[in-house]
């Protein structure tokens, strides 16, 4: 199984990008398909999550309202768009596939990991 997480980059406060997730090697069907950020000297943090069916999502609350996670599945790919861009968004960001979301959290980690692609966010 391949991650590939791809359109970090460095923006202004403000702007919007788009996190896009090639995904390879097996059948993704009712699979959890998450977003994950990490800044140096934090753990890795959610950020959000999707069935793949795109049945139901869920968002950390300090991205709800202005991030959005989707999937093409004829495409096998995963994105998060990313509006009103702030420096505290400033992170690796992670693709990931697997795990068990219930209760407002991950009850069992993601399998699968992406490499992960910079954001960075200035004032």
């Known amino acids: 199984v391949q991650l590939q997480a791809s359109g970090g980059g460095l923006v202004q406060a403000g702007d919007s990008l788009r996190l896009s997730c090639a995904a390879s090697?097996?059948?993704?069907?009712?699979?959890?398909m998450g977003w994950f950020r990490q800044t140096p000297g934090k753990g890795r943090e959610f950020v959000a999550t999707?069935?793949?069916?795109?049945?139901?999502?869920y968002y950390a609350d300090s991205v709800k309202g202005r991030f959005t996670i989707s999937t093409d599945n004829a495409k096998n790919m995963v994105y998060l768009q990313m509006n009103s861009l702030n420096p505290e968004d400033t992170a690796v960001y992670y693709c990931?596939?697997?795990?068990?979301?219930?209760?407002?959290?991950?009850?069992?980690?993601?399998?699968?990991w992406g490499q992960g692609t910079l954001v960075t966010v200035s004032s």
């Open positions: 990931a596939a697997g795990g068990y979301y219930a209760g407002g959290r991950y009850r069992t980690s993601p399998t699968y």
């Open positions: 090697g097996r059948t993704f069907s009712n699979v959890n």
């Open positions: 999707i069935t793949w069916s795109g049945t139901g999502t």
